[in-house]
């Protein structure tokens, strides 16, 4: 038997006596502590495992809390009770009230706990916040001149519900504040359904110009027009399926005016913004070619709580800081936890060293003078 045989067997031995702890002697002993070393016999796991195993056993409650617990049932079952259980309940109470109260008011967070169970992106709530933070510092185009700011707020209901589906009609592949710009102008010409389907399509382009596209636009404008006078007295419809059915318009126009002009929101708006950084922040289970796959992957697991600020926060982001070319990573406060980040941090400096270049540089200058 080999040295270290010999000594494991007479420790084995010494330790290992059936029927009651023995003193064990190994590091973890001399400090009192049940977990397991490396270095441990058989025999002194054993006795560790027992140690362990009492230690993890519930303590018996003193007969007074035995008491308390007995008026707590009581009072769950009896709520006409009196004393410290009428304490105990109604701090039980204020919580489960707190909790529902959160429920009904309809907050993401906690609707969101209900079902913690399905897939959800790392590290979302962080990267969401920092993008609430950068958006309140800054304002973006879309926070002045996006489609929810496009209507008359003097006109009647019925017109600014038009006049915001146009201006949503309008925004595809176009910038904010053109949109805008030829907004102005169709409000100066007293758009309504009626005056554009009257209008020649020429002068219609003229007013649209530059908005991109704006020939086809002007002709889908026109043709929805006269749909809207046919159909709904010149009102929009108020469902996804009839919005999508108009001429130029698409899922994320359809769901955006929802939301804007009937306060209902059916879907996420998910514009060339939302789509690229949804799938820069890898927010979707796998990454997406079309924005309709981007909304249906988006929609599975961020609470509906969010859909509506999701689409406002994004767009102006993507305006702002994460733009589709040369994104501004360097200042972006995702920067260390997006997986696309484009900032490398620079090695860092040792500052012993830096410390002991200037200490050295102005002697060095010295000597050669
Ligand atoms: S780190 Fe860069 S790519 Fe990532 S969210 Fe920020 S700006 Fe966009």
């Known amino acids: 038997m080999s040295k270290k045989g010999a000594i494991s067997k007479a420790l084995a031995k010494k330790v290992y006596q059936p029927g009651r702890v023995v003193e064990v002697k190994d590091i973890e002993d001399t400090v009192k502590s049940p977990f397991f070393s490396p270095v441990q016999t058989r025999g002194q796991r054993k006795v560790n495992k027992t140690q362990l195993h009492k230690l993890v056993q519930p303590a018996k409650a003193p007969a007074n809390c035995l008491k308390e617990q007995d008026d707590f049932k009581e009072m769950i079952c009896n709520p006409g009770s009196s004393g410290k259980s009428r304490q105990l309940t109604d701090d039980k109470a204020l919580v489960k009230d707190d909790t529902s109260k959160l429920n009904r008011s309809g907050n993401p967070e906690a609707k ?60 595809s592949q176009t910038k904010d504040e053109i949109t805008y710009e030829a907004m102005q102008r169709l409000k100066d010409n007293q758009m309504t359904p009626e005056i554009i389907v009257t209008m020649e399509r020429s002068k219609l382009e003229e007013l649209l110009k530059p ?96 859909w509506q600020e999701v689409n406002h926060l994004l767009v102006g982001f993507g305006q702002t800081v994460c733009k589709a070319v040369r994104p501004h990573c360097v200042e972006c406060l995702n920067r260390e936890i997006c997986p696309a980040s484009e900032h490398k941090p620079g090695p860092k400096k040792n500052l012993i060293i830096d410390n002991c270049k200037n200490e050295i540089a102005p002697k060095k200058s010295k000597l050669k003078k």
């Not at 309140?136 to 489609?147: I, K």
């Not at 009937?262 to 990454?287: A, C, Q, S, Y």
């Open 112 to 171: 969101e706990m209900e079902n913690s169970d399905k897939w959800e992106p790392k590290n979302w709530r962080l990267m969401l916040e920092n993008i609430r933070a950068m958006r309140s510092a800054t304002d973006a185009p879309v926070d002045t001149m996006g489609c929810h700011k496009c209507s008359d707020n003097e006109a009647d209901e019925k017109t600014q519900r038009f006049q915001k589906l146009v201006a949503l009609m309008l925004s």
């Open 211 to 306: 908005v991109s596209f704006y020939k086809n636009k002007a002709k889908y404008l026109q043709l929805a027009s006269q749909i809207l006078i046919d159909k709904y007295s010149c009102d929009i419809p108020g469902t996804i399926k009839e919005l999508e059915a108009l001429p130029g318009v698409g899922p994320k126009m359809a769901h955006i005016c929802m939301a804007t002009a009937w306060n209902e929101v059916t879907g996420i708006g998910v514009d060339v913004h939302v789509h690229r950084i949804t799938n820069r922040l890898m927010w979707l289970p796998k990454p997406t070619k079309q924005p309709e796959q981007t909304r249906v992957a988006l929609e599975s697991w961020l609470p509906q709580g969010l």
